[in-house]
């Protein structure tokens, strides 16, 4: 078993070196002939398009503006999504609050990826006092409740809740911002424990001892041998992470902690629909099937990449 | 993997097939369930939640309560003391005397009298604050002495004329203190007696006066009251009566919708219409305590809008360019009261007036007053100072909802807000946290600050006498807003101490008239009590009897009953 | 590994050390539990006051820490506020076994712990044992037959379900399983009684029986476990398809072997690190409950003191928390990793 393991991945090695300058090619290649990661990639550009392109029709005033004689408005002409409880127009709302909520989803996975693959790593890798300390300082993260660290900074919050912050090109109260930040940085701590148990098993196998015996770097060891033989967890959890920061935002708002209102989100929009799931339905449907999309075409793209990435794909 | 799939068949249709089999127990019984949207962790007075007190009145009853048209009656009393019957005596030094007499045979639900000394004993526990640790109100300050004159009858004495003598800081005798003495003995406090946990509850610790005894608290799902043997009211229709706790509000409508509770009640405006929907349901509403308004910071204000704060004819601006009835139609519901003082009704002077919906005046007053925008940004500057209102309320959606109407009122007349909705910890919290209210850190905030529904007393000083702003020499002031009239004060005082009705009215008027004429105090919204009744459980007749205090909304439960077959 | 494990135990000493005085320190920012007092005209300055020195929250925080770690039981406190101590402590303190008594429930936290823990682990691990066996099966039939119907539907169902907040899911089995049900057996005139509780662990009006309780965990469990399913069962197909497609497998293929055993003895063991990682990082938070789906049908566990532990502060019951997840993330941590080496003995700590 081992011995097979070893012979492919030194011929794959240098398989790799010979075709170098078209990797790239490759990969485009190998994903574009997956057909769902490209509807994938399509339905993701089109949500993008609509809280991106969707803001040029609206402005964000509108999307807070109250007209308390219309609330509870179902989908019509003039209201193509209908309206929630202040008579608020559920469209602009999916547009302005997709953008946060994109946001929250996009730089919690990439946090989480970065950190999160990095930590485990060379926590895997290197191993002992470096595993030791990185390995606390993760169960420690996970020990303090998220809740208790959105609470402390709330005070400090209100001290500068007049202070925005210009995220592409969009005014944010800090206090998003904050909550943005916390979502992504408690969002990478299983991540580098997967990986980290991933590389404690790898780095023990005979390829890589082989490696080491022809005098290939650390560095090289982990990324050619060690990473790419990772990929899938990290795929995995970065798909499941952004719907699960979005959600996450949902959560929160549920319990108070949210992104508050008038600042829309998907999950925020959502969350205002709670008490009545069964009489207004369009006010959850919109974001909720928004938030669906999302996360079902970014695992699609997940698959994709993957399956392009692979090392050990052959076609 | 076909043997996995197999197991979770079998396993599935285990679990379906043993729920199947049973099947609600018959019952005998008649008993009511009461959905219940908070638990609290003890029992009144150890547990100062609202929703403490209301059991009560399933369990201990008081001296006497208020009916559903706010009418006094009695219940332990023979009758409710007044200066007509002689029971209530200014003495020579003009203070008030008070005489309290005990209907003959009352029983404790053990079976034991009660007598005065039971009245006695709460008396001293009250005035030493280490018998435990309950709100104890104004009591100490304003009784004297507590004199037994037999076992059913007594008297208070207070140290001040005392015309609340009904509503606040009377004798309380619904504790009793055959059960409650010994934990005093044992600890020097009260706080570990058994009469007030769910386990003394299971053990039969908690005996009381009241049409039902609290017979069983299942912690976080339920607590049971049984029928009283000893009560000698009304004998209560109902044999049981179960509060059942539902935290979430839509579960609350779901779990009447599918029988699992016969009533819900304190539900808000937004649900009417959910339960009316519901077959069988009725609904009604009864005039309510609770309500909202604007509170404005123009005396404690050191924010950059301190002067335009300070400006009535800011603050007339502020409440003008806001559509309250609309806001109140809207938000809370058709026929919503909004009030025009924070004093209860009964004083209001017949001709006191509210500030109109009227933008153009308002954008007048503030163009008057030097605010005008001058840089075109659509919001109001002076000396370059933009109108910008730091607007503050806490996280309860309703009053986030107010603060997101009122922020589009305000633009439209050029006046600029941030919003800050904030935990109510944080909000209310004491000049040496950091309360935003405490240290004046707020323009314009939107809260609740129960006045009460019987006294026009308001306590001046403290609340919103000119000595009450919190500041680092004497942080226990609760005047955060800065509200500052010598003329209020001195007429709150002398409402507070005058005993004779008219009189009293006279003067509370002249002091409404003087509070609203500060301009800081903008009543939202008065919201009803809603209940929603199955009518297949109960007689929706009967049940119109409640109270319509914060705390009483229970007090006729012994006259529900079933429909008739 | 005896050594390894011994050293373990070592480095959680300071890290629980750490992680308490952060919390507890944190824990304040919740804000004064009895601020809301303020609002009240029936509680004066001095209620509150007293009610707050009978929590020793007057106290400056390291004393209070102190208190919470040690106890005070050798020093009298001023309960009558005359500037002079005359009741004694009574706080034994942590090490001593005692978690100190919960404000927002006014009673100590260890009766609040025992009241909520038996409810919270019916409720949980009915959940993850469902969630556990249902996402092996639906992760590993999607990984053999990658691409197939079933795989898609999985996929699919699993991504909409993990997309969405757990209350809706709850709210949404409620409304269909619950309520529309019993309109829709009244308006036939079937059988109610097939129709799934709305709220609660009992029926108020039933016999507490266990088949009541079994009633009353479906929905709650079904809203829980089918967002977990989701989730744990895309780990699952993943790291199947990554053993699938390795070459060992291929080569025991091209040997011969039955598949049903290639599937089961060699892919699942090594398809098990991140999965063994995932568990140990789930396990110590089930100890907690679950807030939203406890709120939502009133579930009396752990979740509802959670939340009632962090706002207003509630720094012995939030404590209290913190030290069990604490603990169960070490603990848990550790066994994970020495379940690694167990599935690869080639795995070494050193």
Same mark, same amino acid.
């Given at each position: 078993m081992a011995n097979a393991t070893t012979a492919s991945n030194v011929v794959k090695l240098d398989g790799r070196r010979e075709k170098a300058e078209s990797l790239l090619k490759i990969t485009v290649r190998r994903f574009l002939r997956h057909r769902m990661a490209v509807i994938g990639l399509v339905t993701l550009s089109l949500i993008i398009l609509f809280v991106s392109v969707g803001a040029l029709f609206f402005t964000e005033q509108q999307a807070n503006s109250t007209t308390l004689t219309a609330? /509870?408005?179902?989908?019509?002409?003039? /209201?193509p999504l209908g309206t929630d409880r202040l008579g608020r127009d559920i469209l602009a709302r999916s547009i302005y609050g997709g953008q946060i909520s994109l946001m929250i989803g996009i730089t919690a996975v990439a946090i989480s990826i970065t950190i999160g693959t990095a930590v485990g790593l060379v926590s895997g890798y290197f191993g002992g006092w470096i595993d030791s300390i990185l390995m606390r300082f993760v169960e420690a993260m996970l020990a303090i409740p998220t809740l208790i660290l959105l609470i402390v900074i709330q005070p400090a919050m209100i001290q500068n809740a007049t202070t925005r912050i210009n995220i592409l090109g969009r005014e944010l109260s800090v206090t998003v911002v904050a909550i943005v930040v916390i979502i992504g940085i408690t969002s990478w701590l299983g991540l580098s424990r997967i990986v980290r148990s991933m590389v404690l098993s790898l780095k023990e196998q005979e390829f890589v001892a082989a490696a080491r015996m022809v005098g290939a770097s650390d560095t090289r060891i982990i990324f050619t041998h060690i990473l790419p033989n990772c990929i899938a967890p990290i795929v995995v959890s970065a798909t499941l992470g952004v719907g699960s920061a979005i959600v996450t935002e949902t959560a929160l708002g549920f319990l108070g902690f949210g992104v508050q209102e008038p600042t829309a989100t998907w999950g925020n929009i959502l969350s205002g629909a709670r008490q009545f799931v069964d009489d207004y339905p369009w006010i959850w449907l919109a974001p909720g099937v928004l938030i669906t999309l999302t996360v079902l075409s970014i695992n699609f793209i997940g698959d994709g990449l993957r399956d392009a990435l692979d090392p050990r794909s052959r076609q | 993997m076909k043997r996995m799939s197999r197991f979770i068949l079998v396993a599935l249709v285990a679990v379906l097939a043993l729920s199947m089999g049973i099947s609600a127990a018959a019952q005998d019984e008649n008993i009511l369930v009461i959905g219940w949207e908070q638990e609290p962790p003890l029992l009144t007075p150890r547990s100062d939640l609202a929703f403490g007190a209301q059991l009560q009145n399933f369990y201990a009853r008081g001296l006497w309560d208020w009916d559903v048209n706010r009418e006094i009656f009695p219940i332990m009393v023979e009758e409710i003391p007044s200066p007509e019957n002689g029971m209530v005596e200014t003495l020579e030094n003009g203070n008030t005397k008070v005489t309290y007499k005990l209907r003959e045979g009352l029983l404790w639900s053990d079976g034991e009298a009660i007598t005065s000394a039971d009245c006695a004993f709460w008396h001293e526990l009250t005035m030493d604050p280490t018998t435990g640790t309950f709100q104890r109100g104004s009591y100490v300050d304003v009784v004297e002495s507590f004199e037994v004159i037999d076992d059913l009858s007594f008297s208070i004495t207070y140290n001040v004329p005392f015309p609340d003598y009904t509503s606040q800081s009377t004798a309380t005798c619904s504790y009793p203190e055959h059960v409650l003495r010994p934990a005093l003995e044992a600890d020097g406090t009260i706080d570990n007696s058994p009469y007030f946990t769910p386990d003394g509850v299971n053990a039969g610790a908690t005996v009381g006066y009241g049409p039902y005894v609290i017979s069983e608290w299942i912690v976080g799902d339920s607590i049971r009251f049984e029928a009283n043997p000893n009560w000698d009211g009304q004998a209560p229709a109902f044999d049981v009566v179960i509060t059942r706790f539902i935290l979430d509000t839509a579960q609350m409508q779901n779990a009447l919708s599918a029988g699992e509770i016969d009533v819900a009640f304190n539900f808000s405006n937004d649900f009417v219409e959910g339960y009316q929907a519901i077959d069988g349901v009725e609904v009604f509403g009864t005039p309510g305590v609770f309500g909202d308004a604007l509170w404005m910071n123009y005396g404690n204000n050191t924010g950059p809008i301190a002067d335009a704060m300070a400006d009535k004819n800011v603050r007339i601006a502020l409440v003008a360019s806001i559509d309250r009835p609309t806001l109140a139609e809207q938000l809370v519901g058709p026929g919503t009261i909004i009030p025009k003082a924070w004093h209860p009704e009964t004083y209001w002077p017949e001709d006191l007036g509210m500030i109109e919906y009227d933008p153009e005046m308002a954008a007048q007053l503030l163009d008057e007053a030097g605010w005008v925008d001058a840089d075109g940004d659509g919001i109001r500057e002076k000396d370059g100072v933009p109108l910008v209102i730091s607007f503050f309320t806490t996280d309860a959606q309703l009053r986030g909802d107010f603060q997101i109407a009122i922020q589009e009122y305000w633009s439209a007349v050029g006046i600029g807000a941030t919003l800050q909705p904030v935990p109510a910890a944080i909000l209310f919290g004491s000049y040496l946290e950091n309360g935003i209210l405490s240290t004046g850190a707020f323009d314009v905030a939107i809260f609740a600050l129960s006045a009460s529904a019987l006294s026009p007393y308001a306590d001046a000083p403290e609340w919103f006498g000119c000595d009450g702003v919190p500041t680092a020499e004497d942080p226990n002031g609760s005047n955060g807003w800065g509200s500052c009239s010598p003329e209020y004060d001195a007429l709150d005082l002398e409402v507070g101490r005058t005993v004779d009705p008219a009189a009293r009215l006279e003067l509370a008027q002249e002091a409404i008239r003087e509070f609203v004429d500060e301009q800081f105090w903008h009543g939202l919204y008065l919201r009803q009590t809603w209940y929603a009744i199955n009518t297949s459980a109960v007689d929706p007749a009967t049940a119109r009897d409640v109270g319509t205090l914060s705390s009483n909304y229970f007090n006729k439960i012994e006259f529900w009953a079933p429909p008739a077959a | 590994m005896t050594k390894y494990i011994v050293q373990r135990v070592l480095q959680a000493i300071p890290l629980l050390i750490i992680v308490t005085i952060v919390v507890f320190t944190l824990s304040f920012a919740g804000g004064n539990p009895f601020a809301y007092l303020a609002q009240d005209p029936r509680a004066t300055e001095q209620d509150r006051h007293l009610l707050n020195e009978k929590f020793g929250l007057n106290d400056p925080i390291p004393q209070q820490f102190v208190t919470w770690l040690i106890g005070d039981d050798w020093r009298m406190r001023d309960l009558d506020m005359d500037g002079e101590g005359e009741t004694p402590g009574e706080r034994l303190g942590i090490l001593r076994g005692d978690f100190g008594q919960s404000i927002s429930y006014r009673k100590p936290v260890a009766t609040v712990f025992a009241e909520r823990m038996p409810n919270t682990l019916i409720l949980m691990v009915t959940q993850y044992v469902v969630t556990i066996v249902f996402a092996l099966g639906i992760g590993i039939l999607a990984a053999i037959k990658q691409y197939s119907w079933f795989d898609n539907i999985a996929t699919g169902a699993s991504f909409i379900l993990f997309s969405m907040p757990v209350f809706l899911v709850a709210l949404l089995l409620v409304q269909v399983f619950a309520v529309q049900c019993r309109e829709l057996m009244k308006a036939i005139g079937g059988d109610v009684g097939i129709c799934l509780p709305v709220q609660g662990m009992y029926d108020v009006r039933g016999d507490r029986s266990f088949g009541d309780l079994l009633r009353h965990l479906i929905l709650p469990v079904a809203s829980l476990a089918a967002i977990s399913i989701a989730g744990y069962s895309r780990y699952i197909r993943s790291t199947m398809l990554e053993v699938i497609n390795s070459d060992y497998i291929r080569t025991a293929r091209s040997k011969g072997l039955p598949e049903r055993r290639i599937t089961f003895l060699h892919a699942l063991k090594n398809a098990s690190l991140p999965l063994v990682t995932i568990i140990a990082l789930d396990i110590p938070f089930l100890f907690g409950g679950a807030v939203i789906t406890e709120t939502v049908f009133s579930w009396p566990g752990m979740g509802l003191a959670f939340i009632n532990a962090v706002r207003p502060a509630d720094p012995p019951l939030l404590m209290a928390f913190t030290v069990m997840t604490a603990v169960g993330v070490v603990l848990f941590q550790l066994i994970a990793d020495v379940i690694y080496s167990w599935i690869d003995p080639r795995i070494r700590y050193n």
């Open positions: 609330k /509870y408005t179902p989908p019509g002409a003039e /209201y | - | -």
